[in-house]
């Protein structure tokens, strides 16, 4: 079966799971189809396993065709973050661009570094010798919140508006920042030069500052575009061009792709949207890209799901794995409690921020994308097989799961207690 096939198949099961859901379940349809492609997953294994049905080879050859690092960071990962872009109102992100500069840049630092050296001195007490730069590396990979999970899932629950915009800005913002730290350590893992000050710099400068500059010239161009027509249609295709042949060419230039489709999306967003549209494209706008999202995203967390048929379990994957998620959530706790006890001496905030922003602050396809990256062949416990990719994919994927399902589930909780605060002190 070729490629398109199994994804239109793909597809059709997220449509299914998601129309059960609206039924029965009643979940956020993302956590719904998650939950579902990993069960599917389960008794895919349990039923190989036990010789009922062999339909394990079959899935996992299957899953291993769709290239899961291209498809999301080639691929769709444009289309997710323009729409998500149009959606962030620039005032709100103005008012709080201190906050969200320093979680984007200094929080995805100093999380990077606290889970690398806090997992390398666990390793060393277990016996597993896994190098300090792999440790790392997965502090790297794990640290940005995912634009995509939080946006999904945090962002139709409707928080308090300064946090809403603080943890969909920081997760939006803070990728070009991650991927220079994680390709700078990838290169001193993998490469044959070690980088230095001056080409971590110039890396800084290409990638974030460059994706943002060319964000900004293309919503420029697009903009005037869909100025210069009426027919509704055309200006809703125009759209279309930014997150494909606009981010397909920041790959070739080798700028930030990701930032520049956020850059793009809050310009048509926020200017575009109220003096270049129609009416009647205005008004159609938002639903048409919330189609598109609606669609790409279950597929992405229905691959999410199934990813798990391409891996092998080890008992030290599992002490691992056990390990990764509560040294990731205290990180994180760490990395904004911090930065907040500077904030609060400037302005008051919703005493539920600091845990919002924790249990908020969600991995998915961006982590794992980046951890199938990792090239096999590097050992760590050469007798069992286990290498460092074996080893960081199941700890990046733990974390991506029960970010989704444990913590995705259970926030609302959360941000009732925050509506309810600023209920009470509105006056």
Known sequence: MSVYNTLCFLAAAAMLIAFINSKIGKMQTTIAITAGSLILSLLIIFAGHNGWFHLEDIASTQMGKINFENFLLKGILGFLLFAGGLGIKLPHLKEQKWEITTLALGSTLFSTFFIGFSLWGICQLLGIQLDLIYCLLFGSLISPTDPIAVLAIVKKMNAPRRISTQIEGESLFNDGFGLVIFVTLFTIAF??????????????????????????????????????????????????????????FAEIIHVSGPLAMVVSGIMIGNWTRYIGFSKESEEHLDHFWELVDEFLNGLLFLLIGMTMLEFSFHQEDWILMAIAIPLVLLSRYLSVKLPYLGFSHYRQYNPMSVKILTWGGLRGGLALAMAMAVP????????????????????????????????????????????????????
């Open 191 to 248: 490469g044959d030069q070690s980088p230095t000050v001056v080409s971590v710099s110039q890396l800084f400068l290409q990638e974030a500052i460059g994706g943002i500059v060319y964000g900004f010239i293309l919503g420029l161009i697009f903009h005037y575009l869909i100025c210069s027509t009426d027919d509704h249609s055309m200006e809703l295709l125009l759209t279309i061009g930014i997150p494909t042949a606009g981010y397909a």
């Open 376 to 427: 096999a062949g590097v050992m760590v416990i050469p007798e069992k097989d286990i290498d460092v990719r074996e080893i960081i994919l199941v700890m990046t994927y733990s974390v991506v799961v029960f970010s989704i399902l444990i913590q995705g589930s259970t926030i609302t909780s959360l941000i009732e207690k925050a509506k309810l605060w600023e209920n009470q002190n509105k006056h």
